[in-house]
């Protein structure tokens, strides 16, 4: 019973603005990146098409505060924190953090959180919040609130 | 001196993922897109290289509510609102809101809000956060409150 | 019968890398919005989920040729042209050229070229090329050949 | 003297579109991303700022041949292949193949092609050819003409 997962990716160039950082969208792309990471690894899908069953986690509210920028080849670890377990939604929290010779450094360079409800569709396409099935609330496990504290 | 301003866009297919609607990041660039365009309009650079000028605007916390999905095609409003001049910040307030047959419909989509620092940057590219300057501060009128309250 | 289409798009600071220049694979989001645009000018779907009905355009290559770089806020005309159609494909070539106080210069940027095949799916996804339907074969005229050669 | 290198990356929910596949423009990420992980393993910069240095790689033609899609979760290895090395411009292969149980499944899912020009940047932002500096080419050998072709 996981209550935190990490990845740990590079910045690319493409990543980059002309100010030469990361721009502050891409923090977005990084942290669904390692909440579908989280997913896999407690073989539990993210979004699933089987009629009927879970379809997705659309987000109903997502931040980010940018403490300090990100640089091309930058090699960084996003850390999800599992912040709040809604009847209907989860709240992740996301920490960047740089690396330097493979050694996580302490600055918080970002932090994010998004909200995600818990959603099925019908066959016309149209999504309804359901409560989150017992085999998904048996895999999330709170982090201690003092570990995502800004 | 303006409070608010609006672009109108169109959600293009790459723009989508497989659940069908504008993938929620993508929100960011559109809110991002707006601001530049309301600089535009005010004869403001969003981002100068002129050396010991005002450099840009990086942002420090920015966020979305998502209230309904926008897919393929929408045309969408996107309204941008100045809900607080600091000294040295600027929040915006961002509203999407659908059209139909050329007519803006009430419900918004999504709000979201961008807080953004103005800083210059040295020849060694570190950035310092400066007051905004007065010709800047001169344009930038606060919206009524009401106006973006959710 | 149109054998051409343009838009004019801005390019946005996102669409920027730390090189200064618009990101070389965002041509291909500006050819994309395009022939959407296209589409819609020809009263087409560039995509349909009717069942049974054309699905859509994968694209099965695509290339482009940079000649000179687009930077920030560029105003940029994105010409289409239809450069083949055959029985279950259609070519189309894509020009950008800069906007100068509202004139379009001749100088060609960037030129590119996308080949997408129609494809109905079936209920299991699995998607099949198919003859394009007579009603979008009557749509299409084929640019002449000094339009587009480089 | 590397003719070819390769990286494994997993298709993000965020790259797909609404028709359930990955989108044509992320291939093209997924090139640099080698691209730029082949010129550290070389210890090589893909782009440098110190002046009068090698400043970059901008592509002037690049394209991909999509034969089969990608979809949300599958694993892809990314190999590069150095295609041709000319005085000024090196050129790339790129093949996407996928994995299953981390194993290289032989099919190849596309095959895109990058040409890149060596260019240094004056003061003055603008950017001139050069010849590839003679420690980068020690540092490019040909890839088999039988390994790309397709």
Chains 1, 2, 3, 4 share one sequence.
Not at 21 to 49: D, G, Q, T, V
Not at 94 to 108: A, C, H, M, N, V
Not at 112 to 121: P, S, W
Request: glycine letters at 6%; charged letters at 20%.
């Amino acid at each position: 019973m996981p209550s935190e997962f990490s990845i740990t990716r590079t910045v690319e160039f493409s990543e980059t603005d002309m100010a030469g950082i990361m721009h502050f969208a891409n923090f977005f792309y990084w942290m669904e990146a390692c909440e579908a990471a989280f997913y896999r690894s407690i073989k539990l899908p993210l979004i699933s098409f089987v009629p009927g069953n879970v379809v997705g986690w659309p987000r109903v509210a997502v931040s980010c505060e940018y403490k300090a920028p990100l640089r091309f080849n930058d090699v960084v670890q996003v850390k999800l924190l599992v912040k709040e377990v809604r009847t209907k939604a989860v709240i992740f929290v996301f920490q960047f953090r740089k690396l330097s010779d493979g050694k996580i450094l302490p600055e918080i360079m970002a932090q994010g959180e998004v909200a995600a409800v818990c959603v099925t569709a019908g066959v016309d396409g149209v999504m309804a919040a359901q409560p989150i099935p017992a085999e998904v609330r048996a895999k999330l496990e709170l982090a201690p609130a003092g570990s995502y504290a800004r």
